[in-house]
Nanobody, 121 residues
Framework: QVQLVESGGGSVQAGGSLRLSCVVS????????LGWFRQAPGKEREGVAS???????TYSDSVKDRFTVSRDSAKNTLYLQMNDLKPEDTASYYC???????????????WGQGTQVTVSS
């Protein structure tokens, strides 16, 4: 059974940082393209980052140069380091197994329950 469990969300002021974690189980971690997407109330889902087993990464324009995605195969864990957070980053963030191979920001096969990130101005 595939499981993705996110943690690390919270409330921060603009300019602050958060690090999200996602433990993945039930799949062979290394072969998966893994990523993060977010969704705010009333808005469409937005893919923000993905990474393959070689740590080759892809980012959306809205988070590039502020967010860093990484993965630790020894811990079956995907991370999202978020720096210089802005109020428009406020959303629920979901860890996902992507469809097919990386680079991919828009096709999600499985995802977790999400973790809330709130950025105040």
């Amino acid at each position: 059974q595939v499981q993705l469990v996110e943690s690390g969300g919270g409330s921060v002021q603009a300019g602050g940082s958060l690090r999200l974690s996602c433990v993945v189980s039930g799949v062979i971690f290394n072969v998966q393209c893994l990523g993060w997407f977010r969704q705010a109330p009333g808005k469409e889902r937005e893919g923000v980052a993905s990474a393959d087993m070689f740590q080759r990464t892809t980012y959306s324009d809205s988070v590039k140069d502020r967010f860093t995605v990484s993965r630790d195969s020894a811990k079956n864990t995907l991370y999202l380091q978020m720096n210089d957070l802005k109020p428009e980053d406020t959303a629920s963030y979901y860890c996902a197994i992507m469809v097919g191979s990386c680079p991919n920001l828009n096709q999600f096969k499985s995802w977790g329950q999400g973790t809330q990130v709130t950025v105040s101005s």
